[in-house]
């Protein structure tokens, strides 16, 4: 029950949302590249495309026995299959891909941060492995990175890393969510403390920064937000319609987002931006400022916006749609 309860009540949301904001959609509108052929691959929640290998995306599932990722090829076929060695699976929720621009070396993020109960786990980890230069399957050693939040725990289903800064964020997924900045140099002898620097949408499913470090997308279950580093929305951007949108990426020329969802046989989609939007040069470190250097705003100006008034009306005005949704439905199954 609690699951239709929520499924109803996102429909209802999601008819509100898209009719009280206005959004950004490309004229050919959302593509369907391919849909994960793989049986293990049920519930795709992380999304990342390979920094080093052509048309090679990465995935995860949400909730698994082992630590496990799959590398799959444009047609949707797994092309490997990795664990990583060190590594648990609590409630992997989002990844993220780099690359190191001085070595040219790929590195995969995982982030262990799901938390249901809002603050049950006393820290979440993130894992670090350097991305496989053969596609093969094998195991992977992983660097892990434990966390905790300076304002107590959250439940969060999305990362991105400045490629610019190498800066790491985990965006949690509440009604009034936010942007948390891990500390500029990462410890694997003591829990990294997460500290709030901005706001984020309502109920965020996943989060990334585009190629060039120019801007980022944070997505929940019915659209993208776009932002620039300086915190200012580009556009919001309409998403196709999914199971339960999970997993959001750019490109690799950062002209359009790569969305998917849970499920088996899920699909993945290529959203376009607009061409304010778009990603068009390769990311090079700024030199800044060592004041400049420590901030940990993903924005030196502004935070990008969040729970606004018209937000909470959408929702309050969709909880209340929801229940008499679900009024009738109890009635009727009775």
Avoid: C
């Avoid at 109803?8 to 050919?28: H, I, Q």
């Avoid at 990294?192 to 990334?208: F, G, H, K, W």
């Avoid at 061409?275 to 030199?287: D, F, I, K, S, W």
């Amino acid at each position: 029950m609690g699951d239709v309860v929520f499924r109803v009540l996102a429909a209802v949301a999601a008819t509100f949302a898209l009719s009280a904001a206005p959004a950004w959609a490309d004229d050919d509108g959302p593509e369907k590249l391919f849909t994960f052929k793989d049986r293990n691959i049920t519930e795709s929640s992380g999304l990342a495309v390979s920094p080093t290998h052509q048309n090679v995306f990465y995935t995860h599932n949400d909730s698994s026995a082992a630590p496990v990722f799959y590398a799959v090829g444009p047609d949707g076929r797994t092309k490997a299959t990795f664990h990583l060695r060190g590594a648990e699976a609590r409630d992997w929720e989002a990844m993220a891909a780099t690359k190191d621009p001085a070595t040219g070396q790929g590195a995969l993020w995982f982030a262990d941060i799901g938390d249901n109960l809002d603050g049950a786990w006393p820290d979440v980890s993130i894992y670090k492995v350097a991305e496989p230069r053969t596609l093969r399957d094998a195991t992977l050693p992983a660097t892990r990175y434990r966390f905790r939040y300076a304002g107590g725990g959250r439940n969060a289903e999305g990362i991105m890393i400045n490629p610019r800064t190498g800066r790491l964020y985990v965006v949690s997924k509440e009604f009034s969510g936010s942007v948390y900045a891990a500390p500029k140099k990462l410890r694997t002898d003591k829990v990294n403390v997460l500290r709030r620097v901005a706001a984020a949408p309502i109920m965020a499913t996943d989060a990334a920064y585009a190629p060039d470090g120019s801007s980022y997308v944070i997505r929940t279950y019915f659209s993208a937000t776009l932002y620039r580093p300086s915190g200012e929305t580009l556009a919001r951007v309409t998403m196709p319609e999914l199971r339960q949108a999970e997993s959001v990426a750019y490109t690799a020329d950062g002209k359009a987002l790569l969305v998917g969802s849970e499920g088996p046989n899920s699909p993945v989609y290529r959203v376009p931006l607009p061409e304010r939007a778009q990603a068009t040069r390769t990311p090079t470190p700024t030199p800044k400022p060592v004041a400049a250097q420590e901030s940990a705003r993903p924005s030196d100006t502004a935070e990008p916006s969040g729970l606004t008034a018209k937000d909470v009306l959408i929702w309050l005005a969709a909880a209340a749609g929801a229940t008499g949704v679900i009024t009738f439905i109890a009635r009727r199954t009775r």
